[in-house]
């Protein structure tokens, strides 16, 4: 299904360095029944677009504050994201 949300605007054969993006993700958001509830989560994983492995880091500290999350989001979400830079979305808390 299309939702055309997209418009393609011209064409660049070369997206330019993405070294320095990075994502971030957590496995503490898989909670069972009855684990206590969690708002902060201490045990995160960041990543590089290509990354073989996920590098575990434990608190975001530093730059690893700024990281994008790393699950696919809806196209809504996104365009939410780019007007406003938030999400429109529950994530988890790391502060």
């Known amino acids: ?3 055309f949300l997209w ?3 011209g064409s660049i054969p ?3 360095d993405i070294k320095h ?3 971030r ?3 503490e958001s898989d909670r069972k029944e009855g684990d206590p509830f969690l708002e ?3 045990k995160w994983y960041v990543w590089h677009i290509g990354d073989d492995d996920f590098k575990d880091i434990g608190k975001l500290r530093g730059k ?3 990281t994008e999350i790393g699950m696919v989001i809806n196209p809504y979400s996104i365009v939410h994201r780019i007007k406003t830079g938030e999400y429109n979305f529950y994530y ?3 502060e």
């Open 92 to 94: 988890l808390g790391f």
């Open 1 to 3: 299904m299309k939702l």
């Open 64 to 66: 690893n504050r700024e």
């Open 21 to 23: 993006i990075i994502f």
């Open 14 to 16: 070369e997206v330019g």
């Open 25 to 27: 993700d957590t496995d």
């Open 7 to 9: 418009e393609k605007v």
């Open 40 to 42: 902060v989560f201490h």
